[in-house]
């Protein structure tokens, strides 16, 4: 079973602080990505990664940064939380191919900045 | 870029059947697929099409028209813990990445 985790099911922040949002995968998945799911807005994508070291942006980076130093793990960085990134954050890993890449998800963040 | 359409919300009762409606433009596709959420939950995986045609597991099913930029999502004899958010995503092309409906909510009532 693809097992996908992530540090904190709830995290209250202040603004201005730097934040750190993890996930880990235990799938050897190369692929991993990071959404926000706001109300009315659905789910949207940040960042996702190919490979280790690798980083892509998605639709909506500004504001956010990303690691991806082992494999396995794919950090999320908020440099200087601010109350629009009060938002539920969602980690997927997916295997690389047309027909595998199917993505799993983790149970998600609840980031809240005050 | 893509564009993905679904209704809202909709209601229906136990053991009836619902179809839930996607469409979509885009520039590149690569195939739909279908997630459930429950709230306060992750989406998890339901079905995969990139072919035209019925995909059928169990009592969900997955239809494609590609040349139409439609599919939808049959729940047959609905139970309660069928009430769930229903997300239909696209995959892009050259990056393999998702694009997410906003979901359609479904309510199963007695």
């Known amino acids: 079973d693809v097992k996908v985790t992530q540090s904190s099911r709830y995290l209250v922040k202040r603004t201005g602080e730097k934040v750190f949002l993890e996930c880990v995968q235990d799938?050897?998945?190369?692929?991993m990505f990071w959404y926000r799911q706001d109300p009315g807005l659905g789910l949207r994508l940040i960042y996702f990664?190919?490979?280790?070291?690798?980083?892509e942006k998605g639709d909506i980076p500004e504001g956010y940064s990303v690691s991806r130093e082992k494999k396995e793990r794919f950090s999320l960085i908020l440099e200087s939380a601010s109350t629009n990134q009060t938002s539920m954050y969602l980690c997927?890993?997916?295997?690389?191919?047309?027909?595998?890449?199917?993505?799993?998800f983790g149970p998600g963040t609840r980031l809240t900045v005050l | 870029g893509q564009n993905i359409d679904q209704p809202t919300e909709m209601t229906a009762t136990e053991g009836a059947i619902v179809q839930i409606n996607c469409t979509y433009q885009?520039?590149?596709?690569?195939?739909l697929f279908w997630y459930q959420q429950h709230a306060g939950e992750a989406p998890t995986f339901l079905s995969y099409?990139?072919?035209?045609g019925l995909e059928e597991k169990g009592r969900f099913s997955s239809f494609l028209s590609r040349s139409k930029g439609y599919s939808y999502l049959l729940l047959k004899e609905l139970q309660m813990k069928d009430s769930a958010s229903y997300l239909c995503?696209?995959?892009?092309?050259?990056?393999?990445?998702?694009?997410f409906g906003k979901g359609t909510m479904l309510l199963v009532s007695p």
């Open positions: 995503a696209v995959r892009d092309r050259r990056y393999s990445t998702l694009t």
């Open positions: 990664s190919y490979d280790v070291k690798m980083k």
């Open positions: 997927a890993s997916s295997l690389r191919g047309p027909r595998t890449d199917t993505q799993y």
């Open positions: 885009t520039s590149g596709f690569n195939g």
């Open positions: 799938m050897d998945h190369e692929n």
């Open positions: 099409n990139v072919l035209d």
